[in-house]
């Protein structure tokens, strides 16, 4: 929920955990050795799908009716503007110096010439967007991610990203805003764009998998372990359980 990056836009595959549907629960020799609390995860993942079905699904599609496409490319670029400062400060807490003053050159440029965020000028200018969160910063620095856990609301997580999610809640611009209507307001504006650009990808999801709940847990663990390599994870192999 752009949840993550915002509460956590981490993610896109953060907010489609939040938004897929209950498979069948895997028990015994069958449990992945990475999620010893699947049977849990399960039942917070189903009441997860049922909050989005119920309210956050159709407020997205009602937001996504009524906003035209470059109002709504507007609010998507002002929230990375913001979370682009938390990558900037997690890049510089793992030594990625270049990619710090990267960021920062990002959020300089885009609050001014972008007009506050709203227009991504700096990936015109070749600036890439790095979206680094501390649980990366983490990662990067040898904690192991622990075990799979799907959290209420915000959806799939570690037991390393949800250390992370609370010093990434802390270096969110949002959350020192001091008038209550103002920052919730941006809270929930946040989630609900991201869950209308995510509205594509959920439908092919559920069409395309049998357990959406093994497919996104497959999912998020791979990319989040891509994104502490940089890209380049080292060959990783499970022992099947005996």
């Given at each position: 929920m752009?949840i993550p990056?915002?509460l956590?836009?981490l993610?896109l595959v953060?907010i ?7 498979g069948?629960?895997?028990?015994g ?6 999620d010893?609390?699947?049977p849990?995860n ?10 989005d ?10 937001y996504?009716?009524i906003?035209?496409a470059?109002?709504?490319?507007g609010?998507?670029n002002?929230?990375n503007?913001?979370?682009d ?8 807490l793992?030594l ?6 990267s960021?920062v050159?990002?959020v ?5 010439v ?7 000028v ?6 890439p967007r ?7 910063t983490?990662g ?6 622990g ?9 799939p997580?570690?037991?390393?990203d949800t ?5 990434d ?5 949002i ?10 307001g941006?809270?929930?504006?946040d989630?609900?764009?991201t869950r209308?650009?995510l ?12 357990d959406?709940y093994a497919?996104i847990r ?12 940089d890209g380049?994870?080292?060959?990783e192999?499970y022992?099947?359980?005996q």
């Amino acid at each position: 929920m752009k949840i993550p990056a915002s509460l956590y836009r981490l993610a896109l595959v953060l907010i489609l955990g939040a938004t897929l549907g209950l498979g069948g629960c895997a028990t015994g020799d069958d449990r992945d050795p990475r999620d010893p609390l699947e049977p849990l995860n399960r039942v917070t993942y189903k009441f997860n799908d049922m909050l989005d079905r119920a309210l956050i699904k159709p407020l997205a599609q009602g937001y996504e009716y009524i906003m035209p496409a470059p109002a709504n490319q507007g609010v998507t670029n002002f929230f990375n503007n913001l979370a682009d400062i938390r990558s900037a400060l997690n890049n510089l807490l793992q030594l990625k110096v270049g990619r710090a003053f990267s960021d920062v050159g990002r959020v300089a440029i885009n609050s001014t010439v972008g007009i506050l965020g709203l227009i991504d000028v700096a990936s015109n200018m070749n600036l890439p967007r790095y979206g680094e969160d501390f649980g990366q910063t983490l990662g990067v620095w040898g904690a192991g991610p622990g075990p799979f856990i799907v959290l209420p609301l915000l959806g799939p997580s570690s037991g390393r990203d949800t250390v992370g999610l609370v010093v990434d809640w802390y270096t969110d611009p949002i959350t020192h805003i001091n008038d209550d209507a103002w920052r919730w307001g941006l809270r929930g504006l946040d989630i609900i764009d991201t869950r209308a650009d995510l509205l594509n990808a959920s439908r092919v999801l559920e069409e395309a998998s049998l357990d959406p709940y093994a497919f996104i847990r497959d999912a998020f663990l791979q990319r989040r372990r891509s994104l502490v390599y940089d890209g380049n994870p080292p060959d990783e192999f499970y022992e099947p359980p005996q």
